[in-house]
C-alpha cells in the first residue's frame, strides 16, 4: 500500500510539473494570450510583449472564433492558413498568386466580417487565404494594421484604434 501511495504521489507530482511548465513555455511563445484593452472616449490601447523569439503574437478572434496572430508588417493582407477557412467561417473567392518567403503560391481572396485583438475591433477586412501555409498562426499584415496605429517602445507594441 505504501509503495503504491509513492508511485501514485511521483506520477500526480510528475503531472503537475509537466503541466505548470507546459503552461509557462505557452506563455513565453505567446505572452499576449489575454491582451489588456485600455478604452477611453477617443481610443483603445493594446500593449503587447514581444515573445523570446523576438515576435509579437497575440491571441485574437476572427468572426467571433478563436485566432493566433503574428504581426507581420511585411505582409499586404491578413494571412489565413486555408485549412481553418471553414472554422473561421470565410469563403474562398478569387484566385491570386503571391510571393511568400517560401516563393510563389495560389491564395485565394476573402473578407473577415470582424477581427479582434482584446478592445480592438476591425470590420471588413482584407484577407487572403493560402492553402500552403500550416495552422495555427495567422498573420496580421498590413490590411488589418493600416487600420490602427502601432508604437514599438523597447519590448512592447502598442497598437491603437482611434475612435471616430
Same mark, same amino acid.
Given at each position: @500500500?505504501?509503495?503504491? @501511495?509513492?508511485?501514485?504521489?511521483?506520477?500526480?507530482?510528475? =503531472? *503537475?510539473?509537466?503541466?505548470?511548465?507546459?503552461?509557462?513555455?505557452?506563455? +513565453?511563445? !505567446?505572452? !499576449?494570450?489575454?491582451?489588456?484593452?485600455?478604452?477611453?472616449? +477617443?481610443?483603445?490601447?493594446?500593449?503587447?510583449?514581444?515573445? $523570446?523569439? =523576438?515576435?509579437?503574437?497575440?491571441?485574437?478572434?476572427?468572426?467571433?472564433?478563436?485566432?493566433?496572430?503574428?504581426?507581420?508588417? =511585411?505582409?499586404?493582407?491578413? %494571412?489565413?492558413?486555408?485549412?481553418?477557412?471553414?472554422?473561421?467561417?470565410?469563403?474562398?473567392?478569387?484566385?491570386?498568386?503571391?510571393?511568400?518567403?517560401?516563393?510563389?503560391?495560389? %491564395?485565394?481572396?476573402? $473578407?473577415?466580417?470582424?477581427? /479582434?485583438?482584446?478592445?480592438?475591433?476591425?470590420? !471588413?477586412?482584407?484577407?487572403?487565404? !493560402?492553402?500552403? @501555409?500550416?495552422?495555427?498562426? #495567422?498573420? *496580421? =499584415? @498590413? /490590411?488589418?494594421?493600416?487600420?490602427?496605429?502601432?508604437?514599438? $517602445?523597447?519590448? /512592447?507594441?502598442?497598437? #491603437? +484604434?482611434? *475612435?471616430?
Amino acid at each position: @500500500m505504501g509503495r503504491g @501511495m509513492m508511485v501514485l504521489a511521483c506520477a500526480l507530482g510528475i =503531472g *503537475l510539473l509537466t503541466w505548470f511548465f507546459t503552461a509557462a513555455q505557452e506563455r +513565453q511563445r !505567446n505572452p !499576449n494570450q489575454n491582451p489588456v484593452t485600455e478604452s477611453g472616449e +477617443q481610443s483603445h490601447k493594446v500593449e503587447l510583449d514581444r515573445n $523570446r523569439a =523576438g515576435h509579437y503574437l497575440v491571441t485574437g478572434t476572427i468572426n467571433s472564433k478563436p485566432a493566433e496572430f503574428l504581426l507581420d508588417t =511585411g505582409a499586404t493582407d491578413v %494571412v489565413i492558413p486555408a485549412a481553418l477557412a471553414a472554422d473561421l467561417r470565410l469563403n474562398r473567392g478569387q484566385p491570386a498568386r503571391a510571393m511568400t518567403a517560401n516563393g510563389p503560391v495560389t %491564395v485565394y481572396a476573402t $473578407r473577415i466580417d470582424e477581427l /479582434s485583438i482584446g478592445g480592438i475591433s476591425l470590420y !471588413n477586412v482584407r484577407a487572403s487565404l !493560402n492553402p500552403a @501555409m500550416a495552422p495555427p498562426q #495567422i498573420l *496580421l =499584415g @498590413m /490590411s488589418a494594421l493600416k487600420q490602427i496605429e502601432f508604437i514599438q $517602445r523597447g519590448d /512592447s507594441l502598442t497598437l #491603437i +484604434q482611434h *475612435l471616430e
